[in-house]
């Protein structure tokens, strides 16, 4: 009888040896899994792509982006995290869910995701309100502007277009950039094309228009001109070292002429 007792005591002992086996295996595999990183995924909205950062990141990082001051926080944070969240989740092909989240709003540009994303999560951290309608705004209001001002240089290249034909003389007026060590004539981009010019610094080209042409777009148009003189025979054209009695094509878009 104490023998059938012993060994039925044995085997309680032995069951009991396995369940804390059991338990402690459990218990490891459940830290292992919470050490690891999350898995990436793509976000389909703001809300969940400040989550993930907060998810991911470390403790330290995450401290250290929230003690600095926003601007120098989304500044230092532009080339590094924040290439990785546009190439990871707005370029390419992938799901266009996260992307059509910020069209929506009125945001397309992949530098502006990232800096709303990131102004997101520095304020989330630090506690205060997101303010999404405000953070859009001045991204809205920059590329209405630049929409605005491309449109009237189209319509402007057009109106020229028209007005000159194959044969008659123009002039070309040009701005010259003189921050490097040669002259390069160049054309200003949008917002900003508004210039005076200087008859000391900026290149005049003369010439006769020897051909009319658009490329893809009736908007897009070109005219290629034999030049005849330069103001300054060392100032390259865009980059383009030119001489009198070449033939060189100029885009409309932006240029003044005469």
């Given amino acids: 009888m104490l023998a059938v007792i012993l060994d039925k005591t044995l085997k309680i002992e032995k069951t009991l040896q396995i369940l804390k086996l059991l338990t402690f295996i459990f218990t490891i595999s459940l830290t292992s899994c919470k050490s690891q990183p999350a898995k990436i995924t793509l976000p389909k909205n703001l809300d969940e792509a400040v989550l993930y950062f907060q998810q991911t990141w470390t403790k330290q990082q995450l401290d250290s982006f929230k003690m600095k001051n926003e601007r120098n926080a989304i500044a230092d944070i532009h080339f590094g995290a924040g290439m990785w969240l546009r190439n990871n989740w707005v370029r390419g ?13 009125g945001i397309f540009a992949p530098d502006d995701i990232s800096s709303i994303v990131f102004t997101s999560l520095h304020r989330t951290l630090n506690k205060k309100a997101i303010d999404l309608d405000k953070q859009i705004e001045p991204y809205k209001k920059y590329w209405k502007e630049i929409s605005d001002c491309n449109e009237k240089k189209r319509s402007v290249a057009v109106a020229i277009y028209n007005r000159f034909k194959v044969g008659d003389n123009i002039s070309i007026f040009m701005p010259v950039d003189v921050s490097d060590s040669y002259r390069n004539a160049v054309l200003y981009d949008c917002p900003t094309i508004e210039w005076t010019f200087d008859a000391k610094k900026d290149l005049v080209i003369k010439g006769e228009i020897v051909n009319k042409f658009f490329i893809n777009d009736t908007a897009n148009v070109f005219f290629s001109v034999k030049i005849e003189s330069l103001s300054n025979s060392k100032t390259q054209i865009l980059m383009t070292p030119v001489k009198v009695g070449d033939k060189k094509d100029f885009s409309l878009d932006g240029l003044k002429v005469e």
């Fill in 93 to 105: 092909n992938r799901d266009t869910t996260f992307t059509n989240y910020f069209h929506s709003l």
